[in-house]
C-alpha cells in the first residue's frame, strides 16, 4: 500500500514500519491526499447507484467469496468506509492480510465458528480458562458446537475429522496463565489455530507470527481503551475474512461506524497506554506480591496491564471498599476496574470447571489504567484493609513501606 508524503502525494513505502508508527497511520495512508486529516465518519446506511447492472454483479461476487466490492459502498450490512479504515490498521498491527469487525467480541467468535460449522466442521478442542461467556458459548452447544476441552498438551490427540477450531487465550481470563502459541499452532495441524490476544493486544504479541490463523480481540477492552465503545475484530487471512463478511452480511452482526471511528481513534495511542498501564502494573503485582494479606500474585512473562491476585481475608470485602479504582467488569480502559470473577464474569462456567481452571473464590481481577501508581496502590492497600484487626494495620504499614523502597 502506498503512503502520502510530505506533500501529499503517493509514495511508495519501501521498508516496514514500526508498530508505533502503524498505529498512528495505519488506515490512514489516504488521507492527505484527500486534504483531511482526520478521518471522516460515514454514517450512511445505503448508498445511491444508477447502474443496477452493476450492483447487480458487485452483490453476486461478494456472494460467490465475500471479497470487498469494488467501487462505492452497496449498503450498511456488506461494508462501510470508517469500519474499514479500522480493519486495515488492525490487520497491519497483527500482521495478518485482513481483518472483519464485528458489534462485539461475542458476535466475532460466533461468526468464526459459523463460518466452520456451515463447512461441516462443529468439533472444537478448546484450552481452558477463556473469557467466561466463550467458554459458556462452547460449552452450551448454542451453535450446533461439540466442545473437547484439553490441557495444551492433549491438543492434537484431541482433534477429529469434523473438528474445525482449535481455541486458546493467551494470557488467560481471568488467571493470566500463558502459552507456548507456536508450540500450540504446531499442535493443531492443518486445524486452524484461533488466538483470543484481547489482554496482550499486538503491542506484546502477534499470535499470527507464531501460527494462529485467526487472532481475536474484544475491541471493547484495549483496542477501543476509553470503555466508550463496544466491539470485535477477527484478524486472519483474506480467504476467511471473506466468509467472515458473508456470514457478518447474513447475520447482522455489524459495527456501527461511530465504533469503527472511536476504534481507529484508539489504536493511534495503543502503544503508549498499554506500556505506560504496564508499568503500573508490574510495580502493583510486586507490591501486592510481597503483601501477607495475599496469597498469590498471578501476572503473565510477557507483561501487560492485567493482574490477578487471591487474597487471604474476603474478596468481596476488597471490592466494596476501593474508593478510586472502579469495581466493574470490562478491562483496558484508561482507569483501573477490579472485579470477582467467580461472581460476575465467569459466574456462566460451571462452578467444578472454573476452580479447575484456577478461577477459586478469592481471586481478584485487576485491570491496570494510568493513573499515579501512588495512588493506586494506596487505594489498594486501604481495600486490602478492610476488614483488619488494628494488629493487622500495623503489620500492612510495614509490608507497604519495605515494597516502596
Not at 508524503?5 to 508508527?21: E, V
Not at 466490492?69 to 449498503?75: D, F, L, Q, R
Not at 494462529?212 to 466508550?228: F, P, Q, W
Not at 474476603?314 to 469495581?327: F, K, N, Q, S, Y
Given at each position: 500500500?502506498?503512503?502520502?508524503?510530505?506533500?501529499?502525494?503517493?509514495?511508495?513505502?519501501?521498508?516496514?514500519?514500526?508498530?508505533?508508527?502503524?498505529?498512528?497511520?495505519?488506515?490512514?495512508?489516504?488521507l492527505a491526499r484527500q486534504g483531511l486529516h482526520a478521518p471522516p465518519i460515514d454514517l450512511s446506511t445505503t448508498y445511491p447507484s444508477y447502474d443496477s447492472r452493476g450492483e447487480a454483479a458487485r452483490i453476486d461476487a461478494f456472494a460467490a467469496t465475500g471479497?470487498?466490492?469494488?467501487?462505492?459502498?452497496?449498503?450498511?450490512?456488506?461494508?462501510n468506509p470508517t469500519v474499514a479504515r479500522f480493519e486495515t490498521a488492525?490487520?497491519?498491527?497483527?500482521?495478518?492480510?485482513?481483518?472483519?469487525?464485528?458489534?462485539?467480541?461475542?458476535?466475532?467468535?460466533?461468526?468464526?465458528?459459523?463460518?466452520?460449522?456451515?463447512?461441516?466442521?462443529?468439533?472444537?478442542?478448546?484450552?481452558?480458562?477463556?473469557?467466561?461467556?466463550?467458554?459458556?458459548?462452547l460449552n452450551a452447544g448454542l451453535l450446533g458446537t461439540e466442545v473437547t476441552w484439553v490441557d495444551p498438551a492433549g491438543i492434537a490427540d484431541a482433534l477429529r475429522p469434523d473438528t474445525g477450531l482449535v481455541l486458546v487465550e493467551s494470557p488467560a481470563n481471568p488467571t493470566l496463565a500463558e502459552l507456548d502459541l507456536r508450540a500450540v499452532a504446531h499442535s493443531c495441524g492443518s486445524v486452524p489455530l484461533l488466538a483470543d490476544n484481547t489482554f496482550a493486544t499486538p503491542v506484546l504479541q502477534r499470535p499470527a507470527e507464531q501460527g494462529?490463523?485467526?487472532?481475536?480481540?474484544?475491541?471493547?477492552?484495549?483496542?477501543?481503551?476509553?470503555?466508550?465503545v463496544m466491539a470485535g475484530v477477527v484478524a486472519c487471512d483474506?480467504?476467511?475474512?471473506?466468509?467472515?463478511?458473508?456470514?457478518?452480511?447474513?447475520?447482522?452482526?455489524?459495527?456501527?461506524?461511530?465504533?469503527?471511528?472511536?476504534?481507529?481513534?484508539?489504536?493511534?495511542?495503543l502503544p503508549v497506554r498499554v506500556r505506560a498501564a504496564s508499568a503500573n502494573a508490574a510495580e502493583l503485582a510486586r507490591r501486592l506480591a510481597a503483601d501477607p494479606r495475599v496469597t498469590r500474585v498471578h501476572y503473565p512473562r510477557i507483561g501487560g496491564a492485567m493482574i490477578a491476585f487471591e487474597v487471604a481475608g474476603?474478596?468481596?470485602?476488597?471490592?466494596?471498599?476501593?474508593?478510586?479504582?472502579?469495581?466493574a467488569v470490562s478491562l483496558g480502559s484508561v482507569d483501573t476496574l477490579i472485579q470477582h470473577p467467580a461472581s460476575i464474569s465467569h459466574r456462566i462456567v460451571d462452578a467444578h470447571d472454573r476452580r479447575d481452571a484456577g478461577v477459586n473464590d478469592r481471586l481478584l481481577r485487576l485491570s491496570v489504567g494510568l493513573e499515579d501508581v501512588e495512588d493506586l496502590w494506596t487505594d489498594l492497600d486501604t481495600a486490602l484493609g478492610a476488614d483488619r484487626t488494628p494488629d493487622a494495620r500495623g503489620v500492612s504499614e510495614q509490608t507497604v513501606a519495605r515494597a516502596s523502597r
Open positions: 500500500m502506498d503512503s502520502a508524503g510530505l506533500d501529499g502525494h503517493p509514495r511508495a513505502r519501501t521498508a516496514p514500519r514500526a508498530l508505533a508508527t502503524e498505529a498512528v497511520h495505519a488506515g490512514r495512508d489516504d471479497a470487498e466490492p469494488e467501487g462505492p459502498p452497496v449498503y450498511g450490512r456488506l461494508g488492525l490487520a497491519r498491527l497483527e500482521g495478518t492480510g485482513a481483518a472483519v469487525a464485528f458489534a462485539s467480541g461475542m458476535a466475532a467468535l460466533t461468526a468464526v465458528l459459523l463460518v466452520r460449522a456451515s463447512m461441516g466442521l462443529r468439533h472444537v478442542v478448546a484450552v481452558r480458562p477463556l473469557y467466561g461467556c466463550s467458554d459458556h458459548l494462529a490463523r485467526l487472532v481475536l480481540h474484544s475491541a471493547t477492552k484495549y483496542l477501543g481503551g476509553h470503555g466508550d483474506e480467504e476467511f475474512a471473506g466468509r467472515l463478511r458473508q456470514v457478518r452480511f447474513a447475520t447482522g452482526g455489524v459495527l456501527h461506524p461511530l465504533a469503527g471511528y472511536l476504534l481507529l481513534r484508539g489504536l493511534a495511542t474476603d474478596p468481596h470485602e476488597v471490592i466494596g471498599a476501593v474508593r478510586l479504582i472502579t469495581p
